[in-house]
């Protein structure tokens, strides 16, 4: 199975800040991640698929990068409404998948 | 729009089977373009992918869960369901169902969700 690995786990920001996100894949899954947004008692929501392209209606501070075994997902300024844990997915072994660990972004 | 609601026990005693229904809404199941998957996570944990199945009864299974997952489809009723056998506390968990996308894997990815029911192993 492609194991994925999220770093850092947990990071602390405040409201305007720039964060990133990493996520490894164990093996090339090519440009097949996705980016979920999981808030607490809540479903996880689609943001990122294929790496780069946003949903239609996610906000354009979000934005997703990386190929082979290297992603990332950049908050461009942090707003409120963006602390959430952010779990990657990939779809290489389609249709099986696996998720990364989750990373939990807390207000500083 | 499409939406998922998950139904069943919230409490399944250990060593049984655990059943729930996703009810699909405002949309077909019956869609070449789609997988209909069932997703879990342990309170505080993350998010693990436990099987799917095309409207045609055709499964897919986490193979770390094989041999005690079953997942299946009733079209005529928009729905399908998984069953779990065999479960212990680890089982405990938030079940989400949620439509995946089908046709490679640019197209795989799990949108929209349900809201996710919580099910606790217990005596």
């Known amino acids: 199975d492609i194991q994925m690995t999220q770093s850092p786990s947990s990071l602390s920001a405040s409201v305007g800040d720039r964060v990133t996100i990493t996520c490894r894949a164990s093996?090339?899954?090519?440009?097949?991640l996705n980016w979920y947004q999981q808030k607490p008692g809540k479903a996880p929501k689609l943001l990122i698929y294929?790496?780069?392209n946003l949903l239609s209606g996610v906000p354009s501070r979000f934005s997703g990068s990386g190929s082979e075994t290297d992603f990332a997902l950049t908050i461009s300024s942090l707003q409120p409404e963006d602390f959430a844990t952010y779990y990657c997915?990939?779809?290489?072994?389609?249709?099986?998948?696996?998720f990364g660990q989750g990373t939990r972004l807390d207000i500083k | 729009q499409l939406q998922l609601q998950e139904s069943g026990p919230g409490l399944v005693k250990p060593s049984e089977t655990l059943s729930l229904t996703c009810t699909v809404s405002?949309?077909?199941?019956?869609?070449?373009?789609?997988?209909w998957a069932w997703i879990r996570q342990p309170p505080g944990e993350g998010l693990e992918w436990l099987g799917g199945?095309?409207?045609?009864?055709?499964?897919y299974y986490n193979s770390s869960l094989k041999t005690r997952v079953t997942i299946s489809v009733d079209t005529s009723k928009n729905f399908f369901s998984l069953n779990l056998n065999s479960v212990t506390a680890a089982d405990t968990a938030v079940y989400y169902c949620?439509?995946?996308?089908?046709?490679?894997?640019?197209?795989?990815?799990?949108?929209?969700w349900g809201r996710g029911t919580l099910v606790t192993v217990s005596s």
């Open positions: 949620a439509r995946q996308g089908r046709g490679g894997p640019t197209n795989n990815r799990f949108d929209p």
């Open positions: 405002g949309g077909s199941i019956s869609s070449s373009y789609y997988y």
């Open positions: 199945i095309y409207y045609t009864g055709s499964t």
């Open positions: 093996q090339s899954i090519s440009n097949y």
């Open positions: 294929a790496a780069s």
């Open positions: 997915q990939q779809s290489y072994s389609t249709p099986r998948v696996t």
